[in-house]
């Protein structure tokens, strides 16, 4: 009997460095706009001593700048499925280096305002086209190459944090947004540039292991579907839980009193604050990756009971020892570690249920989760308010960890066999189950 591998094209050694030439060219437009989310906490109080507006109405510029961000990634998505990500990629490009030089020279919050709506476009345009491109191109590796383009974003600030910090305290913020704007919109749009859509025949159609739909869904047929509704679920409540306890780490770090005890990890020495958010960061970005590439070997569904289980027994580990320094460094590291997943996870299944023509505005559209989940994250202060503990904040953060890992596993693992196989000849869907615990 013939093996699956029999039925899937090979790509010719030019495609295959083509395939790398756009994911790389995809990693790098995502590092150029990592700043726009994770160098603006430099900024604030520059602002603030400049104008006295008050940090939390400066604040609201960033909040502006992440609604932005999200929620119009479906609707850029539609406009990249339709005329392809180059021109797209360009004009984002162009709206990050607007925005920044917007806000080098606001003289009022409503143009603050104005730079956080128009950046968030831009870095909307720039997220959702290459994690969509990278589903486009790698559908034999989906896991690794959509980890890999998440991680640039999460990580891409770390080249560019420190020299951001010299050029504000050396010759103004104004001049930082103006000459980083400038360099980081000339970035995205020289990367934009190399970005270009699949031709049939660039790519293999899927990976021997793999179980994939075998059509294009419309954003209008995915939205039609249990399975979509089913990961927006999914994805909102790991999205919540896990923004809840992190978004928490500064405040419980002050009330058990670790914040700033020194502590030697590694073979270096510093607060324990500072500590957990550095190491936060670094294992938030190799997470991504990881556990995507695991999910190309071991299955999705798999991974994500695997990944989401540590997290709710990360979260229990950081709230039980949160009063000794090093173990609060350490767990909440496990803690970023399991969570950050969610975004090579998620796309990564997108593809593979909902097919490739449409993936940028599929994967768009389940993205909004990550909105949604960032409405809900305040009703942990209210939790915390009511109650006067933590408890409930990080009780709530495990349930939804825990519920995500069993949805993983015993739903949405039986609902996508039975999804494939209903797109299967009878002699594939034969060859299907022998391979039902490789899940893509």
Same mark, same amino acid.
């Given at each position: 009997m013939s093996t699956a591998s029999s039925s899937i094209p090979t790509t010719s050694q030019a495609t295959a460095r083509s395939r790398w030439i756009q994911l790389v060219a995809g990693i790098i437009a995502m590092v150029a706009i990592a700043n726009l989310q994770y160098a603006w906490t430099l900024f604030v109080n520059p602002i603030d001593s400049k104008f006295h507006w008050g940090k939390a109405n400066i604040q609201i510029a960033f909040t502006i700048f992440v609604l932005a961000e999200t929620w119009l990634v479906p609707f850029e998505g539609y406009l990249v499925d339709l005329f392809g990500p180059r021109v797209l990629v360009a004009i984002g490009g162009c @709206?990050?280096?607007?925005?920044?030089?917007?806000?080098?020279?606001?003289?009022?919050?409503?143009?603050?305002? %104005?730079?956080?709506?128009?950046? =968030?476009?831009?870095?909307?345009i720039v997220y959702g086209t290459s994690i969509g491109n990278a589903l486009k191109w790698f559908p034999d590796r989906r896991g690794l190459a959509a980890g890999l383009t998440a991680a640039a974003f999460g990580a891409g600030s770390a080249l560019t944090i420190v020299p951001i910090a010299n050029v504000i305290n050396n010759r103004g913020y104004e001049t930082a947004f103006l000459s980083f704007g400038i360099a980081q919109g000339l970035v995205v749009i020289l990367c934009g540039l190399l970005l270009r859509a699949p031709r049939p025949?660039?790519?293999?159609? /899927?990976?021997?292991?793999?179980?994939?739909?075998? #059509?294009?869904? /419309?954003?209008?047929?995915?939205? =039609? *579907?249990?399975?979509?509704? @089913?990961?927006?679920?999914?994805? /909102?409540?790991?999205?919540?839980? &896990?923004?809840? %306890? *992190?978004?928490q780490l500064g405040p419980i770090a002050t009330d058990y009193k670790?914040?700033?005890?020194?502590?030697?990890?590694?073979?270096?020495?510093?607060?324990?604050? !500072?500590?957990? $958010?550095?190491?936060?960061?670094?294992?938030? &970005?190799?997470t991504r990756p990881f556990f995507g590439w695991i999910s190309d070997h071991i299955g999705r569904e798999n991974t994500m009971f695997i990944a989401f289980?540590?997290?709710?027994?990360?979260?229990?580990? @950081?709230?039980?020892?949160?009063?000794? !320094?090093?173990?609060?460094?350490?767990?909440?590291?496990?803690?970023?570690?399991?969570? &950050?997943?969610?975004y090579s996870l998620f796309p990564a299944m997108s593809g593979d249920l909902f097919g490739r023509k449409f993936a940028t505005t599929n994967y768009g559209l389940l993205y909004t989760a990550k909105g949604t989940a960032s409405l809900l994250v305040p009703l942990g202060n209210v939790l915390q308010t009511a109650t006067g503990s933590w408890m409930p904040i990080f009780a709530v953060a495990i349930a939804?960890?825990?519920? =995500?890992?069993?949805?993983?596993?015993?739903? $949405?693992?039986? @609902? #996508?066999?039975?999804?494939?196989?209903?797109?299967?000849?009878?002699?594939? /869907?034969?060859?299907?189950?022998?391979?039902?615990?490789? !899940?893509?």
């Open positions: @709206l990050v280096g607007v925005a920044w030089w917007i806000n080098a020279g606001a003289s009022s919050l409503f143009a603050l305002y %104005a730079g956080g709506f128009i950046g =968030g476009a831009g870095a909307g025949g660039d790519v293999p159609d /899927t990976a021997p292991m793999m179980q994939q739909s075998k #059509r294009d869904f /419309t954003p209008f047929e995915m939205l =039609g *579907t249990l399975a979509f509704w @089913l990961m927006y679920l999914m994805m /909102t409540m790991l999205a919540m839980g &896990g923004l809840m %306890a *992190t978004a670790v914040a700033k005890i020194p502590i030697s990890l590694f073979g270096l020495t510093m607060a324990a604050l !500072p500590f957990a $958010l550095s190491l936060d960061r670094i294992l938030n &970005g190799l289980g540590l997290e709710g027994v990360g979260i229990l580990l @950081l709230i039980s020892f949160a009063h000794v !320094p090093v173990l609060f460094v350490v767990f909440s590291g496990l803690v970023f570690f399991a969570w &950050g997943e969610i939804f960890d825990w519920i =995500g890992a069993v949805l993983a596993l015993f739903v $949405l693992k039986p @609902l #996508r066999i039975r999804w494939v196989s209903d797109q299967l000849g009878a002699h594939e /869907t034969v060859a299907a189950v022998g391979a039902s615990s490789q !899940p893509p």
